[in-house]
């Protein structure tokens, strides 16, 4: 028996390319963009605090 993770095991994705950004923001198991909001609404997920392009 080992400590920790072995060294041959490979991570899980959790975060893919959204369709809609295109930002590698997009949950797998969630299935929404932690980006843009894709897969929750219809509209683009935007804060005032967050700076803007």
Do not use: D, P
């Not at 400590?3 to 369709?19: D, L, N």
């Not at 950004?21 to 949950?27: D, N, S, T, V």
Request: charged letters at 30%.
């Amino acid at each position: 028996m080992t400590k920790g993770t072995a060294s041959k095991m490979g991570g899980k994705k959790t975060h893919i390319a959204c369709r809609r950004c295109g930002k590698h923001a997009f949950h797998v198991q969630k299935r929404v963009c932690a980006s843009c909001g894709f897969g929750e609404t219809s509209k683009l997920r935007r804060y005032s605090w967050a700076k803007s392009k």
